[in-house]
């Protein structure tokens, strides 16, 4: 149960996805603000060899993507280290 007397977010628990590989693209699901999961888009990049994926490719993949960073910034929602909460990717 979530400290904050909310209901726990949607977007926490573990991950429902297949484990990355040097074989397999990580798969970036995103929305701009106000929207919903559901209307999210999906692009894809490439981990490194070492199966690691940086800040900047994120930004890069998205960039790709066609997002304008001009008018939109990126963040990523953690779970790990807190209740949940959306981070600025920098």
């Not at 999961?37 to 900047?56: E, N």
């Amino acid at each position: 149960k979530a400290s904050n007397n909310h209901k726990p977010s949607p977007l926490a628990g573990m991950p429902i996805g297949p484990a990355s590989s040097i074989l397999n693209p990580v798969i970036i699901r995103y929305m701009y603000e106000g929207g919903h999961l559901g209307q999210g888009r999906l692009c894809r990049l490439h981990p490194t060899p070492d199966i690691t994926v940086s800040v900047a490719q994120v930004i890069h993949a998205l960039r790709d993507d066609g997002v304008d960073f001009d008018q939109f910034y990126a963040c990523a929602y953690e779970s790990q280290e807190s209740t949940g909460g959306w981070m600025p990717l920098e």
